[in-house]
């Protein structure tokens, strides 16, 4: 194209784009009700948190916009997924699970052939040794390419220390890493990290942990440190080196739990903070890799800044303060098997309540049981309209490119 025509293109745009803009200005809502794809009203009420409104709350231009012509598109292979696959491998595709055994004799394996999941989480009860887990993955991998153009993520809750699923691969504990190294040696470590689960097969690790410490609490060990500004450093620093070495890191726990009394994945972990003392230290490193991190996990802890009774992965506000800090990528449940010692419910009303929350990829470590019959109340939902096609896609775009992005998209 010539640079006359370049010249005339961009003035046509021009044109078009000014009476637009005063369109979508006049249709703009005054706090009317609407989805906004994360599946929950952008209502103000919806939107506060009780004692502080979330910021970004505003209908804005580009909202309107999003009305007008639609929501944003992915790569054309995702949109082709989107357009022809089933509802039920679309529902299918917003699991991540755990599994017993650990080798190729292993349940989970006929599993594949009939349910089409989103990722596989392994575990420590998975593990024996990086030859006998390499197998086992290599196992998982050709059952889930059977008819399959879309593979699972395999996942390691690899996080460091005792947090680990391989108790002789690196990372070490985060808190040993980051005193004895700095922020460069945590980088070192998430490289060498990352480049071990690669080899193994590896695609995602649920790892680092974002949360600030307090001294004396649960995390103190297993935290970064106990300084906000630190902790986002040596954060920042761990995705880097995971994204380096081309595994994808999944950051938790937002809003952060290290202020709370007890690990929440096993019992109510209460967190007193003020919202805005949430702000001034256990967001502040999720602000860091806000964008630069693939995917954030959700908090089980229960926060007074919210309504303190309900878990962080089901609240709306929760997941809508997070994308207030302008995170793009897919947003993780807990362990929802966790969340249930929390809400008293079940693991099935976990997984529906996380999704019109706004969490994208729903994490169950737990029972084949479970794992099944969550996926039927989310799959009811969807067929249902209890969960609009349009909620349901938004999720999924997202938890696609990311399979697109690290080359498990098509493959």
């Given amino acids: 194209m010539t640079q006359t025509r370049k010249r005339r293109a961009a003035l046509l ?3 078009a784009v000014v009476p637009l803009l005063a369109l979508l200005t ?3 809502p005054a706090g009317a009700d609407e989805e906004d794809g994360q599946g929950a009203p952008r209502t103000q009420e919806a939107l506060s948190t009780g004692k502080e409104t979330v910021p970004g709350a505003e209908v804005t231009v580009l909202d309107a916009l999003v009305k007008v012509i639609g929501p944003a598109r992915g790569s054309d292979d995702v949109e082709r997924f989107l357009a022809r696959a089933p509802v039920e491998r679309k529902v299918a595709q917003l699991f991540a699970i755990g599994f ?8 989970i394996l006929t599993n594949l052939r009939r349910r089409d999941w989103g990722g596989l989480v392994l575990q420590d009860v998975n593990y024996v040794s990086a030859t006998q887990v390499k197998g086992l993955i290599a196992g998982l991998q050709a059952n889930a390419r059977i008819g399959r153009d879309v593979p699972p993520l395999i996942a390691a ?40 689960l690669r080899a193994l097969g590896v695609t995602m690790t649920l790892a680092p942990s974002a949360d600030v410490a307090a001294e ?30 081309k595994v994808i890191p999944a950051v938790g726990s937002f809003p952060g739990a290290g202020a709370s009394s007890q690990d929440p994945d096993i019992g109510p972990g209460p ?17 860091a890799v806000a964008g630069l991190a693939p995917v954030v996990r959700m908090s089980n802890a229960i926060y007074a800044a919210f309504d303190g009774v309900t878990p962080a992965t089901v609240l709306p506000q929760a997941v809508r303060l997070l994308r207030s800090l302008g995170f793009r990528g897919v947003v993780m449940t807990a362990n929802l098997v966790g969340t ?14 996380a999704l019109k929350a706004g969490v994208d ?51």
Avoid at 159 to 185: M, T, W, Y
Avoid at 362 to 391: H, M, N, W
């Fill in 13 to 15: 745009l021009a044109l």
């Fill in 26 to 28: 006049a249709l703009l």
């Fill in 100 to 107: 017993s055994g650990q080798d190729r004799q292993a349940p």
């Fill in 157 to 196: 809750a690899q996080e460091g220390g005792d947090r680990s699923a391989f108790a002789d691969l690196p990372p070490g504990s985060q808190g040993s890493v980051a005193s004895n190294g700095g922020v460069a040696g945590v980088a070192r470590e998430a490289r060498a990290a990352g480049k071990a």
């Fill in 216 to 245: 004396g609490g649960p995390f103190e060990k297993r935290a970064f440190g106990v300084d906000e500004e630190f902790v986002a450093k040596a954060t920042r620093a761990a995705v880097q080196g995971y994204v380096k070495a």
């Fill in 271 to 287: 967190v007193g903070l003020s919202l805005g003392e949430l702000r001034e230290r256990d967001i502040r490193p999720f602000r």
């Fill in 340 to 353: 249930t010692g929390v809400t008293g419910g079940t693991v099935p009303q976990a997984a529906l309540a």
């Fill in 361 to 411: 990829l729903i994490y169950i470590p737990g029972s084949a049981d479970d794992q099944e019959e969550a996926y039927q109340a989310v799959l009811s939902a969807v067929r249902t309209g209890r969960i609009s096609p349009a909620r349901l896609d938004g999720s999924l775009r997202r938890v696609l490119e990311l399979k697109r992005s690290y080359g498990k998209l098509g493959s």
